[in-house]
């Protein structure tokens, strides 16, 4: 069975099952994956717990998820980016 | 609205989880919501136990009082099969409320991903709650320190322990206080280098309070085994030294060390600069607050200046149907989480109409006095001194989400005429991000206090830490309870 991988802005970084998006990232040896407002400065973890929202990337979609507690899955689509872009418009929730 | 409870538990980590087993074992109905997916809190943050055989290193690897855990972990697993716990993780309570005089409420929102309740499912009653929400590490801005790499002490270390990563190569760690070895022993055996561990007080303040330090002899121990890491691995461990700057491009490549006078402000000439990938930063925790306050429960400023939740000595708070326990009630640790929550939960038990057990109360009360007695110990011996401002630059970001700079705040309260920390908030923007003060909530009102002369109260943390919405939610949460 190959390795599980997430895909990051394209990229497949692998990672053990179990781990976290952000925990994947750093063991990949990536240490930011947000710019900021203001300064544009790059940030990644820095409470590690859920507390800080530094470390917010879009899953599968779904935006502003803290990549130190979700979960990575194989397969899934993780991207970097402005997590202060304007909402598009409202989708349907199911 | 989900209402066959008698006791709603928040958290799932050392006092959430003996609260939540003991009051099982009483015949309650419990309800445990806890935002990880599993328990065990921050304290006992674990590999995923659905995939253990991923990781290279056992569940328990850096773990302390892991056997307790284990067994606590039996016996909540066995109360959720037996249907005596409702086990709800991966779940944030946002809001509690009162619900007339009989229940609390507590209004719950998926912590990631999508949400998967119906409206009428995430909204949870009983009679009685304990808020055991633990707490997360107290920081102090420095010059650099949101260049990645730069991390919270307890975030390196729940990389370590739920993920098996190590955040970097070569590491400083720094700040205050005994949690500091942990996490460098910890970085060490994962074969980190670690360059340097700088506390700004000397270890000398114990002997200050020798008979605070002895009331937990099994901390002595844990001390010594430290003490054994750090000579086997040649971890140098300075005292009277501060981080006071971080340096690096687009990540942390270069540590400022410097000695601190008697103040805590740094000493012009002693600056050592050390070569580091990582810097691991923690100044003493504080307490997640956002339920009780939200709930209006009576608050205190502890020894620590941390706000908490007043108790008496069952753990009560200021209203009768909740109840706090861990370190919501003030810092003391995991072993004396365990034996707060255990006597929540047989103190409601009793007012619920079961048995009680005098002797068994009576022993917790005396076990929770005792670490109480070495917690203030570790406050005297490891407090944030006031010198600590001299390192900031006009430059240096104290908000991390909304950017805003010590200049910005200085600014504020000279000028602009901002005299407390809230006026300072509304008027510059510091925590008015994505974490709501919660990381520079303390710094903030320690700057502010600096800046007016006027020492802080327990009001004016409590401003910082209102919040109607204790964590973001969708709007569609907020709308679904109309």
Redesign the interface.
Known sequence: MSDPVIRFDGRAIPF?????V??AL??DGT??WRT????G??????????????C?VT?DG?R???A????ACDGQDVRSGNPDEPLPLPEE?? | MTNEHDLIVVGAGPAGLSAAVTAADSGMRVAMID???QPGG?FW?H??E???A??AHDESTGHHHWGRFRDLRKRFRRAVEAGAITYLPGRQVWRAERDGEERVVAHTTV?????TRAAAERSVAARRMIIATGA??RQLPVPGW???????A???Q??LK????A?GRRAVVAGTGPFLMSVAAGLADAGVEVVAVCDINSLARWAATPWRAVQEPGKLTEGAAYARTFLTKRIPFRMRTAVTEIRGA??VEQVVLQKVDANGSPVAGSERVVDADLVALGWGFTPQLELAVGLGLETRTDVDGSLVVVVDDAHRTSDPAVYAAGETTGIGGAVQSCAEGELAALTIAEELGSAGDARRTARLRRRVARGRRFAIGMHLASPVPPGWTDWLRPST?VC????VTAGEITHAVRDLGADDPRDVRVTARPGM???QG??CGYPLSKLVEAETGCARSAADLEALTKRPIGV?VRL?DIADLA
């Open positions: 053990r099952e179990g781990q976290t952000g925990a750093m063991a240490s930011s900021t407002r203001r300064g400065e790059p940030r990644g973890l820095f409470c590690g717990i859920g507390v800080c929202f530094d917010l899953v779904q502003d998820q803290r130190c507690i979700v979960a929730d199911a | 935002a990880a997916s921050q943050r590999p995923d659905n995939h253990l991923a990781f912590v990631t991903g999508r949400e997360y590490d949101t260049l990645p790499g730069a991390m919270a307890g975030g390196v729940a990389l739920a993920n098996q990563v955040a687009s990540r970001i991390r989400c909304e950017e991000g994505w974490c919660r990381v973001p569609s």
